[in-house]
Structure formats: structure tokens, C-alpha cells
């Protein structure tokens, strides 16, 4: 009988009905591969309850619960202590594992959730007696059971007895690779790896495709972009990272079209390289990082303009955010730091004075003309750079 597991609680998966069985292996899948590096740990599922148990002394609980927090699919987890299905064990069971906490409280109460019918004690009754037992070795102690400090559960399951306090949220969503695959344009600015983060919320796969220009970007720009999405790996699992060249194709946007509409040209033939990307990669739609009104080509007419050369739809999952509630789920998921770090984006050299806020398409597809673009996209989309990001 192992000393101690991590029991997962599912939500909106469990409501799958049919495809339940689907998304639950899918999830159990993403469960093992995020715990490999922690140890050996066995992982199944029962009635909504997924059990991570260690199969060896050197599985790290400690690691294998902050994997298991960034897992989409979800919704809460909790160490418990193990014990066998006898009343008294499981009394002894709650105030050893619980010790610490119980002798901070100063109110508890107990509750409990019995899945095998057959054990001889009701829920109710079993509550009562673990109350007492714990009322008597901790005599400081006293039952709230309105707004206690602390709350004693107890599930009897099929096998064996559990005790644990409060269930932690978990990381929410779905699992990922349940929702087909998208691909995100990713930069090293702070919105589009929260962008490509919640899609992944939704069960999406994520492929990422980034533009960089040497020398006018750095390679450490396309570095500093792989550390952000080694974090939201994370949560998405391993990321396959695509970098396309845009050098040249910038270059002749700078010198030939007009400049106050060279911004929404350079983010149309980003929409368009990275839609052919995505189609040779399987992925069913694009991401971005776009919100409303934050930059000049942010505007109801920029993205209009944009979205004209797509035939992928594309997601914006950030379209309604503010920056202060971008900057919130950053620093929720460790990319803030890294974001900020001050690194040139393909969209921040040559940017022109005074860029177009509304633009007319009509306008944008004539300043387009100037240059061969069919050419440029070709010539940028031959040589690309493949890697994958693995979880760091
Ligand atoms: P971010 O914080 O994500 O950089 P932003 O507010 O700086 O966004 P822009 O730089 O205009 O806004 O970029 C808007 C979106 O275009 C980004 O969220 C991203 O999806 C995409 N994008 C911008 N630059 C690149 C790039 N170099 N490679 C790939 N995609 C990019
Ligand atoms: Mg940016």
C-alpha cells in the first residue's frame, strides 16, 4: 500500500458523455509524459478520480504536484494520505497526515465521501466518528462545520481509504490534443504566448511559427521566443517551433511600398506565410495575440485588412483583454519575466512614423502590388528552421 498519492479531480470531461472514454485517455496520456522526469508513478482513472501513485521510493511527489497542476483536463488535485478501509485506520490515518494543519486550526470539520456502498459505515457516521477521534487528539480544537479553518476529507474508495485536506484548483480546460492543432504566431512580446496558452486551455495543439529578420533581429530574439514557449510547454506539452525568414520580404516592404501602410502589408504576408506553414502542418486554424485598439494595427480596420488574405479562421483569444488581465495570466504561468526582456521584434524594426490607423483595403492590396510577393513568400518559405520545444 503506498504511504501517499496525488489524487486529480476532472471536470468538464467527465460531461463528454460518449467521448468521455476518448478524453480521458488522452488526458491519462499528457499525465504520464509530464511525470516522466519526476519518477516512476503509476496513473489511472476511476469515477472522475484520477490516482497518481509513486511505484518506487525515488518518485518525487513534491515535483510530480507542480506537473500535475499544469495539466489542461484538471480542475483540482490534492495530496491525500492512504489507509486501509477500517474505521479506526482511517481515524489514526487523518490526525498523522493531517497533524500539521489540525494543530494551526482552530475550527474544523469533517466530511466524507464513501464510492464503495458496501463499506458497513454511512458518510454521515463515518464524519462523526473520524470528528471525535480528532477532537480527542487534538483537545485545542473545535467543529465549525459552517466556515471551519480547516477540512477533513475522507474518501472510501474501492481499495483503500483517503485523507486530505482542501483540493487545490488545477490548471482547468480540457486536454490538450483533444482540440485538433493550431498554429500561433508567436513573438517575444507578452501577449501571444497567453494567446497561444489559453487556445492550448482548449485542448488545441500548438505549433508555433515566428518571424525573424537577421541581422536586424537577433538570434537571441529567436532564443529568447524558444524559452517562452519551453514555459508555455509546460502546460501545451512539447511545441514544435518553426522559424521562417522574413528578411528580404521586409526589405523590399521598407523600400517599395507606401510607408504609413507598410505595418498592415508585412502583417498580411505574416498571415499568409504562416497559413501555408500551418497547412503543411496539419493545423486547422491560426493564433494570435491581437487585442483591440492596443497598436495601430490592432484597430477594427487593420485587422480587416489582415484577415482579408486568410482562409484558416483565426483565433484571438485576447481580442476582449486588457493588458493589466494579460499581465496577470503572464505572471500566472512564468512568462512575464522572459517577455519583458528587452529583444527586437520583425515587427518593431523599420516600423514607420506615422502607420496608418484605419486602413482601406483597396489602398493596402494597390501598395502591395510594388513588390513580388508571391516570389518573397516563396523565397522566405524554403529555407525554414524546425525545431521542437520540449517542457522546461
Ligand atoms: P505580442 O505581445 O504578442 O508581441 P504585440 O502587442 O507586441 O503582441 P504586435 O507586435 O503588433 O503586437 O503583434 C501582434 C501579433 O502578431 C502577436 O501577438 C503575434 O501573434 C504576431 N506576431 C508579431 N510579431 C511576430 C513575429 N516576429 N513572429 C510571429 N508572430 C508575430
Ligand atoms: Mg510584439
Known amino acids: 500500500m503506498p504511504q501517499e498519492v496525488i489524487l486529480l479531480k476532472l471536470g468538464e470531461i467527465a460531461l463528454k458523455g460518449l467521448n468521455r472514454k476518448s478524453f480521458e485517455d488522452v488526458l491519462l496520456k499528457n499525465i504520464r509524459r509530464r511525470l516522466q522526469s519526476a519518477g516512476a508513478f503509476s496513473v489511472s482513472s ?43 485506520a482511517i481515524c489514526a490515518r487523518a490526525a498523522s497526515y493531517l497533524e500539521e494543519p489540525l494543530e494551526e486550526a482552530s475550527t474544523f470539520k469533517v466530511e466524507c465521501k464513501r464510492s464503495d456502498k458496501k463499506f458497513p459505515y454511512k458518510s454521515p457516521e463515518i464524519s462523526a466518528e473520524v470528528g471525535h477521534a480528532l477532537l480527542e487528539r487534538f483537545p485545542h ?16 474508495r474501492e481499495r483503500y481509504a483517503f485523507v486530505h485536506g482542501e483540493v487545490k484548483p488545477g490548471a482547468g480546460g480540457i486536454p490538450v490534443g483533444t482540440g485538433g492543432k493550431a498554429a500561433v504566431l508567436i513573438s517575444g512580446g507578452l501577449d501571444s504566448p497567453v494567446a497561444a496558452w489559453r487556445m492550448a ?9 515566428h518571424f525573424a529578420s537577421p541581422p536586424y533581429t537577433s538570434e537571441l530574439a529567436r532564443e529568447k521566443v524558444k524559452r517562452l514557449l519551453r514555459r508555455v510547454a509546460r502546460y501545451a506539452g512539447r511545441i514544435k517551433f518553426i522559424t521562417v525568414n522574413f528578411t528580404h520580404l521586409q526589405e523590399e516592404i521598407r523600400d517599395k511600398c507606401p510607408s504609413e501602410l507598410s505595418t498592415v502589408i508585412l502583417r498580411r504576408f505574416m498571415l499568409r506565410a504562416a497559413e501555408r506553414v500551418a497547412r503543411d502542418e496539419g493545423c486547422a486554424a491560426l493564433i494570435t495575440g491581437e487585442s483591440l485598439g492596443q497598436v495601430a494595427s490592432q484597430t477594427l480596420q487593420a485587422i480587416a485588412c489582415t484577415d482579408a488574405v486568410a482562409t484558416l479562421p483565426v483565433f484571438r483569444p485576447l481580442i476582449g483583454s486588457d493588458k493589466a488581465e494579460i499581465v496577470k495570466t503572464a505572471y500566472q504561468i512564468d512568462t512575464y519575466d522572459i517577455s519583458i526582456e528587452p529583444f527586437e521584434d520583425c515587427c518593431t524594426i523599420f516600423t514607420p512614423k506615422h502607420p496608418r490607423t484605419k486602413p482601406i ?8 502590388q510594388a513588390i513580388d510577393g508571391e516570389a518573397l513568400l516563396e523565397e522566405s518559405l524554403e529555407t525554414l528552421e524546425t525545431e521542437w520545444v520540449y517542457p522546461d
Open 141 to 156: 480544537l473545535q467543529v465549525d462545520v459552517h466556515n471551519p479553518d480547516l477540512t477533513v476529507r475522507v474518501e472510501v
Open 46 to 88: 476511476r469515477q472522475s478520480t484520477v490516482y497518481v501513485v509513486p511505484e518506487e521510493e525515488s518518485a518525487d511527489l513534491d515535483l510530480a504536484e507542480e506537473r500535475v497542476s499544469q495539466v489542461f483536463g484538471v480542475v483540482g488535485y490534492v495530496r491525500a494520505g492512504v489507509c486501509e478501509k477500517d474505521l479506526d
Open 201 to 209: 486551455r482548449r485542448g488545441v495543439e500548438l505549433t508555433a511559427v
Open 361 to 368: 483595403l483597396h489602398f493596402v492590396e494597390a501598395g502591395e
